[in-house]
Every structure is written in structure tokens, then in C-alpha cells.
């Protein structure tokens, strides 16, 4: 019933030097062929380190593939005194179709609170390539029954003052924390339960266009074998992998989840 192309996304985190990348993209596109992924059913990305993405552009424009890459943080600033800082210009210039912002381990690991995630989806933007806007709640709020309110928080700190054309444009990944790396995936009900909120939450802030728009995926733990019960679900319209993206026979396996 809805015209959104679901999206397969693998965030490789901090694995893989560049020659490794070139190898995992090429076995993946193999992976994909052999599977007789068809493109149209589903949007397959790859995000991996900085280190790796010109790498990656050369596989893929190369060999003119089917995929997809974008990074996993960008800078809030446009250019200057910003020592280590990587620029949304500069992924675009690289090809990047996509930047990961707010991802849990940067929220927890770097501080970033919403107006920081906030910024960097504007500067994603603004280079004309589209956020992933990382959210979902820790256990602690998980088991206090909170992570509806917790989540709509920081849906709606981190996209802020967007207009409708862009929300309708970008994606967001609900990844609830405690399902992250720990083999613990989300129940399909339970995804469905968070990400159906936040398109309703999206409907009221930005309207039926954004909320009809917007990509809504979920994140945690997900599996070749586990991936068919969550993309089954109606406001779930993707997945955002991390450990299994970086065995190509299993996110091939995701990808071909149809
Ligand atoms: C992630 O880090 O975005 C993620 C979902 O990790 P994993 O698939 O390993 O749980």
C-alpha cells in the first residue's frame, strides 16, 4: 500500500581498511546477482569509515553497481579550523547519497544531544544528501514502558525547524539501544509499536506528505533470518544492520528479504 522503496542499510562502524572494503563490495554485489536482488525492491546501502568511502566510489561507479554509500558522522560546519572534522561537501563530492547522524554509539560516546544530530541533518542536507536520523531508547526507559515518549523527544529535537519536503525526503532509524550488538532483536510488534509513532508523530508536525514520505527503519540485531517478521510490518520500511553487513552472504540475505 505505500510507494516507499525499503531500504537496507549496513553500517560497518569502525571495521575494514580500505582493501577490505573493496573486497566486501565486490562479494556483496556478487551476493546480490546471484540472489536476484531487484532493485526496485529494495534500496541497498553500504556506510562505511571515511578511510574506505573513495575505495568504494571506485567499485561502485566502476563497475556501475547498484548500490548505494554514504558515511556514518559528518561535521556541523561547513569548513575551517575544525581539526579532524569531515564536511557534508566533502561526501558529496565522494558520491555519498547518504550520512548516518545521532547513530547511539555517538550519542553516547561522543555527547551528542538532538540539536547536535539536528545540525548535522541540516549540513547533510544542505549538500543535497539525505540524513539517517538515528533514535530509540536505552533499556532503563525500555523497562519503565517509557520508550514512546522517549523516542518522539528525540524525533522531534533532532528534526527541527526541517520543512515537509525535506522529512519527506529523509530516513529515520529507530534502533532501540539494548537490541544494538547484543543478539537481542526487537520483536516485530515491538518495532512496528515505535515506528508507527513516529510517522504519527510526523503526520502532526510536518504533515501527510513527510509522514506518507519519510522512510521509517528499524535497527538492532537484525538477521537474514529474523529480517522477513520486521519488514513484514507496515511502518517499517528498512533496516539499519550493523554486524551482519559485514558478512556478504548475510546482508545479501537481508537485502533479499522479499
Ligand atoms: C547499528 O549499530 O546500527 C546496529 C543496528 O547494529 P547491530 O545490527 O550489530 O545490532
Redesign the pocket.
Known amino acids: 500500500t505505500s510507494t516507499r522503496t525499503p531500504l537496507m542499510a549496513g553500517?560497518w562502524?569502525m571495521n575494514l581498511n580500505h582493501q577490505e572494503a573493496i573486497v566486501l563490495v565486490q562479494k556483496l554485489a556478487a551476493t546480490l546477482v546471484d540472489k536476484r536482488h531487484d532493485p526496485a525492491k529494495a534500496e541497498v546501502v553500504v556506510l562505511p569509515p571515511f578511510t574506505d568511502l573513495r575505495s568504494v566510489q571506485t567499485v561502485v561507479d566502476g563497475d556501475r553497481l547498484p548500490l548505494r554509500y554514504g558515511a556514518q558522522d559528518v561535521s556541523t560546519h561547513e569548513s575551517g579550523a575544525y581539526t579532524g572534522e569531515i564536511s557534508a561537501s566533502m561526501l558529496a563530492k565522494l558520491g555519498c547519497s547518504y550520512v548516518v547522524v545521532g547513530?547511539s554509539?555517538r550519542r553516547e560516546q561522543h555527547g551528542e544531544t538532538d540539536e547536535v544530530v539536528n545540525a548535522k541533518a541540516r549540513a547533510t542536507l544542505a549538500a543535497s544528501m539525505t540524513p539517517i536520523v538515528?533514535v530509540g531508547e536505552g533499556l532503563d526507559v525500555r523497562q519503565a514502558g517509557e520508550q514512546v515518549p522517549y523516542t518522539m523527544a528525540q524525533v522531534e529535537g533532532s528534526l527541527a525547524g526541517l520543512d515537509a519536503g525535506q522529512v519527506a525526503g529523509l530516513v529515520v532509524?529507530y534502533?532501540p539501544v539494548w537490541?544494538?550488538?547484543?543478539g537481542e532483536v526487537a520483536t516485530p510488534d515491538d518495532a512496528q509499536e515505535v515506528c508507527q509513532a513516529i510517522r504519527a508523530q510526523i503526520r502532526e508536525t510536518h504533515g501527510d506528505a513527510a509522514a506518507d514520505g519519510v522512510r521509517v527503519l528499524y535497527?538492532?540485531?537484525?538477521k537474514a533470518a529474523n529480517v522477513g517478521g520486521i519488514m513484514a510490518k507496515p511502518d517499517v520500511d528498512g533496516a539499519?544492520?550493523?554486524?551482519?553487513s559485514l558478512q556478504h552472504d548475510e546482508f545479501g540475505g537481508i537485502c533479499r528479504f522479499y
Not at 537490541?179 to 547484543?182: D, L
Request: net charge negative.
Open positions: 553500517n562502524k547513530h554509539e538515528c532509524a534502533e537490541a544494538i550488538g547484543t535497527g538492532g540485531s537484525v539499519l544492520v550493523g554486524g551482519a
